[in-house]
């Protein structure tokens, strides 16, 4: 199979469906980038996470509706990712309902009303990069690696609304619309993640924490370090339930305590893994490039269809765990103050015989199918001359060659609509 083709295969993750987890509960899976459960109480109902749109909020209420009329009491945001807190008002229908978060839950892609030091055109951007917003469905974006390729985007973060309970406790318990949920700090794709057991049932909502993908310890639209430690941690914490029951906030929900107990297994181990091979390698004196090669996960691993890198990737997530922990500085003294990108460009260019020749040897590496060696290239030619349209166009061909290359959605859907800004510029 082609990386596509394994793409496409993985969209059967997202097929549009509201499944039965269990009595009085059910879960919309496919219906936008992230997953709303409805839990149905004595005096009302229970929602956990909201969707990234109005749009699509409104799309899976009216599946709900089909089901029951009560109304909402109560809604649980697992962390603050906009996929999950943006389809707030539509389920809430204009009444006075109770909002659940952990007591720092603050968002760097929704306005919740704290300060936000996050550069936020630039986060925009990258996000729309990263999610393919704007290619075409199913040719170009086949789906976002953690949801569907084609969904609803109209309201996009406009439908949230603020906490108005902030649980500060590792653990409680509460009982809501006669319904008692246990609620546990589990920081790990954010530091205010939360997850919701639901003992009657042995379900576990365990947010972003899981999903079937390798996990995106680093997001390329850009994001803070997410603590690798924390998030191990806490799949220990989500293993101590040992539910039979697993809904995630992406993918479809695991069934079975065995088939659980791997899975969450498997994450942790995958993610130890990562931290104990680049410490060692850091240790070794390895720079992050270096490191990016030194770091595989053992084939035990990498063969298992929960760890394949449809959204994180091995190596995004070792750069982050080198900048988090040392910072930016690789270690080597030649980049401490390093030439400028125009100068070393200049330089580069006049060793290899001139701008002519650096063309040439982006063509020829693009004829080759050495796209990486054809991109990096065309950034030298680039830093010469950003508005050259020959290198502009040469460096799309390459963006969309190497796109074809990528199991992974995000990175294919990156490189795809940068591709296309660059030629649009």
């Known amino acids: ?87 707030a008002s539509v389920f809430a229908e204009g009444n006075d309902v109770e909002i659940i978060a952990r007591s720092n839950f603050s968002s760097d892609l929704v306005d919740t009303g704290k300060r936000n030091v996050m550069p936020g055109k630039a986060l ?104 690798f430690v924390d998030w191990a941690d806490s799949l220990q914490i989500m293993q101590s339930f040992e539910a039979e029951i697993l809904a995630p906030g992406h993918t479809r929900p695991v069934v079975g305590k065995d088939k659980i107990a791997e899975v969450l297994t498997d994450y942790r181990e995958a993610i130890n893994f990562v931290i104990e091979k680049t410490n060692e390698g850091i240790n070794q004196g390895l720079t992050p490039d270096e490191l990016v090669a030194y770091v595989q996960l053992p084939d035990r691993l990498a063969a298992k269809p929960h760890l394949q890198e449809f959204y994180g990737t091995v190596p995004w997530a070792v750069r982050a765990f080198f900048e988090g922990n040392l910072g930016w500085f690789d270690g080597n003294p030649t980049n401490l103050f390093p030439t400028k990108p125009a100068e070393k460009a200049r330089r580069l260019a006049e060793l290899a015989g001139g701008q002519e020749a650096v063309r040439l040897q982006a063509e020829k590496a693009l004829a080759a199918e050495d796209f990486q060696w054809a991109l990096e290239l065309c950034d030298i030619l680039l830093d010469l001359d950003k508005g050259e349209p020959a290198y502009r166009q040469l460096k799309s061909a390459a963006l969309v060659k190497i796109a074809d290359q990528q199991i992974n959605a995000t990175a294919r859907n990156y490189y795809l609509l940068y591709a296309r800004e660059l030629l649009e510029d």
């Open 1 to 87: 199979m082609t990386p596509l083709d394994k793409l496409r295969a993985h969209s059967q993750e997202f097929r549009k469906e509201i499944i039965e987890l269990a009595p009085n509960v059910w879960g919309a899976v496919g219906y936008a980038a992230s997953n709303v459960y409805m839990i149905k109480g004595d005096q009302g109902l229970i929602i956990v996470d909201t969707t990234e749109t109005t749009k699509a909020a409104e799309n899976i209420f009216s599946e709900f509706r089909r089901i029951t009329d009560l109304p909402v009491r109560h809604i649980f945001y697992t962390h603050s990712h906009r996929d999950h807190i943006s389809g």
């Open 124 to 227: 925009l951007m990258r996000t729309k990069r990263q999610f393919g917003m704007g290619l075409s469905f199913p040719e170009e974006r086949a789906n976002i690696g953690v949801g569907p390729g084609d969904r609803p985007m109209e309201g996009m973060g406009q439908g949230y609304m603020e906490p108005t309970l902030r649980i500060s406790e590792d653990r409680t318990r509460i009982e809501r619309a006669g319904v008692t949920l246990e609620l546990a700090a589990a920081p790990g794709e954010t530091a205010d993640h939360m997850i919701i057991w639901y003992a009657d049932h042995k379900l576990l909502f365990s947010g972003d924490n899981y999903y079937k993908s390798f996990p995106n310890l680093y997001a390329i639209r850009g994001t803070r370090y997410r603590d």
